[in-house]
């Protein structure tokens, strides 16, 4: 499927901010991006738990990365954004392969916007659901005012 050359601008830019950060750790990786969905996957393996299931954290920071993406691309350039709730309900484990995070906008407004983020394996069975809301603040000058959770 070809990209919409505006989306691979805006996933490599993704990219670039990601440099140095837990996602980047983590090996999440950025496909699509738009303030409405946003796609990323997240290898299982360095992700796991001691009995080598994906960790429930992991999928947390999968679920917050793909939803914080989101929601700055809503808030828009000079507003940063602040995850302030999260939470999982994890369905199944993984044991390995690649796991997909779909964030969808349940909800944008100025001040706030709630994502569901469901992650799924493989073979496309459901591991996680999760819901987060972002809180957008105007940047305080001289502030960073970036995204991300």
Do not use: K, W
């Amino acid at each position: 499927m070809d990209q919409d050359p505006g989306n691979q601008v805006v996933v490599e830019a993704i990219r670039t901010l990601a440099r140095g950060t837990l996602p980047e750790r983590m090996g999440i990786e950025v496909t699509e991006a738009s303030a409405q969905r946003v796609v990323g996957t997240m290898p299982v393996a360095g992700n796991t738990q001691p009995y080598g299931l994906l960790h429930g954290g992991a999928s947390c920071v999968l679920a917050e990365t793909l939803g914080s993406v989101a929601g700055a691309l809503h808030a828009g350039p000079g507003r940063a954004t602040i995850g302030i709730e999260i939470n999982a309900t994890h369905h199944r484990g993984a044991s390995g392969g690649t796991v997909t995070g779909v964030a969808t906008l349940l909800h944008g407004g100025r001040t706030l916007a709630t994502y569901e983020i469901v992650i799924t394996d493989d073979t496309g069975r459901r591991v996680c659901t999760s819901r987060l809301t972002c809180l957008f603040r105007d940047t305080v000058p001289g502030g960073s005012g970036g995204g991300g959770g």
